[in-house]
């Protein structure tokens, strides 16, 4: 089983990118997803978590209004649209698979995690 996160990279300040995050081995229509960041030296934080359903997208207060995250099951694939991009959100990004049917901001409910894709916004 594995997630391979991908759409990371170097961007400006105010611009924007789509994180994928595709799933191979198993299939996650049941899971809820999630998408967590991580700068070193700190703590993994939460980004956006989605329920297996595509419903109930939920965001951490620093991202919302400018990220928007949505699932294609029959692509096995969740996704991360981030605009509006700050220098603070420059960091490791993690997409997960919960064992839960919802999302949630908890790391402790992701039991698969991706292997992480870098985004630097440059300022």
């Known amino acids: 089983v594995q997630l391979q996160a991908s759409g990371g990279g170097l961007v400006q300040t105010g611009g924007s990118l789509r994180l994928s995050c595709a799933a191979s081995?198993?299939?996650?229509?049941?899971?809820?997803m999630g998408w967590f960041r991580q700068i070193p030296g700190k703590e993994r934080e939460f980004v956006a978590s989605i329920n297996w359903n595509g419903g109930s997208p939920y965001y951490a207060d620093s991202v919302k209004g400018r990220f928007a995250i949505s699932r294609d099951n029959a692509r096995n694939t969740v996704y991360l649209l981030m605009n509006s991009l700050q220098p603070e959100d420059t960091a490791v990004y993690y997409c997960?698979?919960?064992?839960?049917?919802?999302?949630?901001?908890?790391?402790?409910?992701?039991?698969?995690w991706g292997q992480g894709t870098l985004v630097t916004v440059s300022s």
């Open positions: 997960a698979a919960s064992r839960y049917a919802s999302g949630s901001s908890q790391a402790a409910s992701y039991t698969n």
């Open positions: 081995g198993r299939r996650f229509s049941n899971n809820g």
